[in-house]
């Protein structure tokens, strides 16, 4: 693992603090001498949150759902218009020259219009209509007309309409995308704290295993000597080796699972510049864990009030509830008839000019049948009630997740203890048959029998500690605490 990965793994374990729990935490060494970081679960899941790809992905979301509410935003923009027409055309046919006669004139008109969120259009402008002016045309003034422009919706598009809508929509989409940035934070971080107790629980196998082999490797050369010196059978030689053998596969599947628990740990390790750190070294790991213990009470009740109140799930659940609000909202706006008032005042000026004008009207429309509106309406208040039932079902499925998180924390402690108790019965046990076997007041099978149930009783005790910690981090992400 070279220098510049190090450092990305974790500034903290740089400097060898104690991680959180208050376990000790020591450097270790490679085969060169060169001293190693041990690697801590908050370094794992410090690296996941800085550096791996599918959260910046999921950050990039965030952007783009910003992205998305500019976009709708900018319905609501200013819009300048300006043109100029000329034109020459034939005004009326003359019977003496049998031709026509030529018309001409000018068209120019500039102006500024915008739509409100309400629904209103405001406009302002000038327009230039001079000579022959053809109808529906109207002539202006030499200086042109100066105009306001209102229109007003009275019913449907008043207070909400399809451009409002998307707008509300796409800024409910940005805690949307939040939302759901979280959610992948928390199942990324979820994994990788289960990937990195796996991988201290192989290792720790792997202790036991390489001890256990130690005594069968020491005996056996033991055995040897007394058996040379007519102390014991022959059979008693063969028997140490077999177990020598024996354990030595045990080894060398021990080995061969902290391998794949750390390649499978290296899926969460990045670099800052996107590439993959190789798997952490067997020194790296943790030898020394803190015990269980137990939450208490208050610690529980906290943690489902914590879960309720900030799960992602429930949180996609209620933005999604008020999306499809905004929908029945439109769609019931829209079932309404069009009734639009305009209004537009102005100043005619220069040679020619009338001075003030005026433009106003009221236009009507009602579609003969509302199946579009009745449709979108029926769809939206089926979503709504579909959402209730999912928020009722999931803050029930959250809660029980809470609970079980709970319940495994407590059992793991239970079953942590007895396991201990198990293991210094299972060592006193040991050390009281190899005294007897020293003695000649026991066998080598009986021996090795021993050893392997206080080595079965050490791997038991690890993997309730794993269950423990993996319990731990199921709570942390079931009650929002990563």
Known sequence: ???????????????????QNGRKVEPAATSTGQQLPKITLEDVLSNVERNHPKLRGANLQRDIASFKRLEKQGAFDPVVSAGSDYLRFNTEFDAKTQRGKVGEMQLADAGIEMLTRYGVKIGAG??????????????????????????LPLLRGARINEKSAAERQALLGEPMAQAEFELTRLDLLLKAANSYWDWVTSKGKLDVARNLLTLAEFRADAVRQRVAAGDLPQIDSAEADLEVQRRQGGVIKAERDLQKAAFKLSVFLWAPDGRPIPSPEESQAPTRLAPPVLLTVQQAEEGQRS????????????????ITQVDLDLARNQRLPAVDFSFSPGRDTGLGA??????????????????????RIGTALSKIQKVDFDLVNE????????????????????????????????????????????????????????????AEARLKLIEIQAEYEQAAATFRAATVQF
Do not use: C, H, W
């Open 395 to 454: 803050r029930q499925r959250i809660t029980v997740e809470v609970l079980d998180a709970l319940n495994a924390i407590n059992t793991a402690f239970d079953r942590y203890r007895a396991a201990a108790q198990e293991v210094t019965l299972a060592e006193r046990l040991e050390e009281g048959e190899r005294v007897k076997f020293q003695l000649g007041d026991s066998t080598l099978f009986l021996v090795n029998q021993r050893e392997r149930a206080t």
């Open 1 to 19: 693992m070279t220098d510049s990965i190090r450092a990305t793994l974790s500034d903290s374990a740089k400097r060898f603090l104690p991680p």
């Open 126 to 151: 000038t327009r230039f209509n001079l000579g022959k002016v053809k109808s529906p045309l109207s002539p202006t003034g030499s200086g042109g007309e100066y105009f306001l422009e209102f229109k």
């Open 307 to 322: 879960a309720l109140a900030r799960r992602p799930e429930l949180q996609m659940l209620s933005l999604d509830r008020q």
């Open 354 to 375: 009338i001075g003030n004008t005026v433009k106003a009207g009221v236009s009507f429309s009602l579609p003969l049948r509302q199946r579009a509106a009745d449709g």
